[in-house]
């Protein structure tokens, strides 16, 4: 006897944690509002999707290829909300110094630069 009142517990709470009545509480499938602010490379919300084109990195290609690379990745992850729009903006600030040693032909410095900044933000 007990054995069917624990199945059939079982059974209640299995279908419960299958239901999509959350009891009043809803949950965002997606972030609301914008998650790119101030993009540094992402289109804009209304105007196509992040990530649609690589953005364009002057210098050397040594630094500039990394660079570009990053900077989309960040941009899709601002745009699918797994970045904060805050962390995505001090991320785009500190990639600037990058950008202009990239620019200024010191592949070697960029690249140091990018790896801190990676490593700063959990990026590897």
Known sequence: MNRIVLI???ALSLG???SNDMGGFQTASTPQGPSVISGSGATSMS???VGASTPVIAGPAGCA???????QLID???ETGMLNPG???RVSSDLE?????CASG???EALGQLASVKARYGYR
């Open 87 to 89: 962390v995505y903006n």
């Open 76 to 78: 899709n992850d601002a």
């Open 16 to 18: 419960a944690c299958a």
């Open 8 to 10: 059939a517990l079982a």
């Open 47 to 49: 105007g196509g999707s």
């Open 65 to 71: 290829g990394p660079i570009s690379d990053y900077q």
């Open 106 to 108: 010191r592949e070697k």
């Open 97 to 101: 110094s990058v950008k202009r040693s």
